[in-house]
């Protein structure tokens, strides 16, 4: 049957930022698809929640806390899930994020955090994962991208370009691990999540203005980005390496609610 293309059975899956939003909706996601998961977050009492989620359906599970900030904290979430499991592959590099701050008042420093938060982390964590992929005979990797890496919006110069930088890593990275290793992200549009709900409850209206700049007339669920996310990762996206899928409710620009002043 088609359908088994999207089951990920006995295979492992890594998650980072599993202990909430698209972390989470991925993990759950995998083990419905019968994959055990590594979750990995810095939160730990709620990525041990998710954890026994995943035990609920039968599936095993690791929680590893974890900040992708530290060096140290990625080697030890592969090493923990190759001694725990035996073996690796599937990552979704999913931990991220950069508030916005207008151009002017950004520091370099912050500009570089942006960078290594978003790009550096994923680069590693593939890195170490790929040869044990590799020793199974080959695996994915799924990079979780955003809309603003290609779309403009005041304040998000370090964010969206950090985002592009990981979009086309993953580019260069499926090109240089073909066949073996498939690359793949997904630029995601303006999705309620945790990170997302402070800004969407902050003033009135807020949320109904990004709705209706939204043409399929509603935000983005981590449900709907856990879809892709299985799909790359499974055995039903075999032919597919080196894209950047667009999940965005059909935008085609910044829905993005507030106009930060640039000082200029």
Request: charged share 20%; glycine share 8%.
């Amino acid at each position: 049957m088609i359908l088994d293309r999207f089951r990920v059975t006995d295979k492992v899956a890594i998650v980072t930022g599993a202990s909430a939003g698209i972390g989470r909706a991925s993990a759950l996601a995998f083990a419905d698809a019968g994959a055990d998961v590594v979750c990995a977050s810095r939160t730990a009492d709620t990525l041990e929640r998710v954890a026994a989620e995943v035990r609920q359906r039968g599936r095993r599970a690791l929680a590893v806390p974890c900040d992708v900030n530290r060096t140290e904290h990625i080697e030890e979430v592969v090493a923990r899930a190759a001694k725990e499991f035996g073996r690796i592959d599937i990552v979704v590099n999913n931990a991220g994020g950069t508030g916005p701050t207008a151009a002017l008042d950004l520091s370099v420093r912050d500009f570089e955090g942006a960078f290594h938060f978003n790009v550096t982390s994923a680069f590693l964590l593939s890195r170490l994962a790929a040869p044990h992929m590799t020793k199974v005979g080959g695996g994915a990797v799924v990079n979780i991208s955003s809309a603003l890496s290609y779309m403009v919006e005041t304040g998000f110069v370090a964010y969206g370009t950090a985002k592009a930088a990981l979009s086309h890593m993953t580019r260069l990275l499926a090109y240089e691990w073909a066949p073996r290793i498939r690359v793949n992200a997904i630029a995601v549009g303006a999705t309620e999540t945790d990170a997302l709900s402070p800004f969407l409850n902050a003033a009135e209206g807020l949320r109904e203005q990004m709705t209706a700049m939204t043409p399929m007339a509603r935000l983005g669920t981590p449900e709907d980005i856990a879809c892709t996310v299985l799909y790359l990762a499974s055995p039903a996206a075999s032919w597919v390496t080196g894209k950047v899928f667009e999940v965005d409710g059909g935008t085609v620009a910044s829905n993005w609610p507030f106009k930060m002043p640039t000082g200029l």
